[in-house]
C-alpha cells in the first residue's frame, strides 16, 4: 500500500521554464516532508523540506508548497537548468516514524 | 565531512552465499537508515536505528536479514542466504535528529 505517490514517472521542461513536480499521500498524520534528488550511481542528495504546520518553503530556485487539505505537495524549480535533469523522490513521515518515500519523477531539462 | 561511506560499492554473489554490506555515518549524526531501491518497489526502509540501538525492523523482508550497529560509526546489513530477488541497490543513510537524511552512494548487488 502506497501511501505516497507521485503519479508522473517523467516529465520534460525547456531550459528557463519552471518545473513543478507533484507528489500526493494518503496519510493524513503525515507532518514533515522532504524532497530529495538523485543522480544515477549516486545516493538520494537533500533538497528541501517543509513541515505540516507551513504550507511554502523557499530555498533559492526551489519551492515546495503543501497542501494540506488535498494531501498534496509540489517541489517547483524556476529557472530549470539542465543540471536539474535528475529523479526526484518526495518523502513523508509522521510523528518522528519512519519516511515512506514516492516512487520518483525523473525531471529532464532540455538546453 | 566525507559523508556517508558505503563498501563495497558492487557486490556479485551467488544464490545461498552470505552477503554483508558496511556503512560508516557521518560523525555525529545519531540515526541510521537502511534503505533498498528496486524497480518494483522503488525506496523502501529496511531498518533503522538510533543511538545505535534497532528502532523499527518492519521493514526487513525476511529473517536472512540482519543488521547490526555496534557503535555510532559503523553498521552492516547481512544477507544469508542471499537469493537472486535480492538483487537491488542498498543504500545507507544517517541524520542528525529527526531531519534530512544523508545518503551514501549505495551497493549494488547482484546474486545469481
Known amino acids: 500500500d502506497q501511501q505516497v505517490k507521485q503519479n508522473s514517472p517523467s516529465l520534460s521542461v525547456q531550459e528557463g521554464r519552471i518545473s513543478i513536480l507533484n507528489c500526493d499521500y494518503t496519510?493524513?498524520?503525515?507532518?514533515?516532508f522532504l524532497w530529495y534528488k538523485k543522480y544515477p550511481a549516486e545516493g538520494p542528495t537533500f533538497l528541501i523540506s517543509?513541515?505540516?504546520?507551513?504550507d511554502k518553503n523557499e530555498d533559492g530556485r526551489f519551492t515546495v508548497f503543501l497542501n494540506k487539505s488535498a494531501k498534496h505537495l509540489s517541489l517547483h524549480i524556476v529557472p530549470s537548468q539542465p543540471g536539474d535533469s535528475a529523479v526526484y523522490f518526495c518523502?513523508?513521515?509522521?510523528?518522528?516514524?519512519?519516511?515512506?518515500f514516492g516512487s520518483g519523477t525523473k525531471l529532464n531539462v532540455k538546453p | 565531512d566525507a559523508g556517508v561511506i558505503q563498501s563495497p560499492r558492487h557486490e556479485v554473489t551467488e544464490m545461498g552465499q552470505e552477503v554483508t554490506l558496511r556503512c560508516k555515518p557521518i560523525?555525529?549524526?545519531?540515526?541510521l537508515f537502511w534503505y533498498r531501491q528496486t524497480m518494483m518497489r522503488g525506496l523502501e526502509l529496511l531498518i533503522y536505528?538510533?543511538?545505535?540501538?534497532?528502532?523499527?525492523d518492519s521493514g526487513m523482508p525476511e529473517d536472512r536479514f540482519s543488521a547490526k550497529m555496534p557503535n555510532a560509526s559503523f553498521s552492516t546489513l547481512k544477507i544469508q542466504p542471499s537469493e537472486p530477488r535480492d538483487s537491488a541497490v542498498y543504500f545507507c543513510?544517517?541524520?542528525?535528529?529527526?531531519?534530512?537524511?544523508?545518503f551514501g552512494p549505495g551497493t549494488r548487488l547482484t546474486v545469481t
Open positions: 536505528f538510533n543511538n545505535n540501538v534497532p528502532i523499527d
Open positions: 517543509i513541515s505540516s504546520i507551513k
Open positions: 560523525s555525529g549524526h545519531d540515526y
Open positions: 496519510n493524513s498524520m503525515f507532518d514533515y
Open positions: 518523502a513523508a513521515s509522521a510523528n518522528f516514524n519512519k519516511f515512506y
Open positions: 543513510a544517517s541524520s542528525r535528529g529527526w531531519a534530512e537524511q544523508y
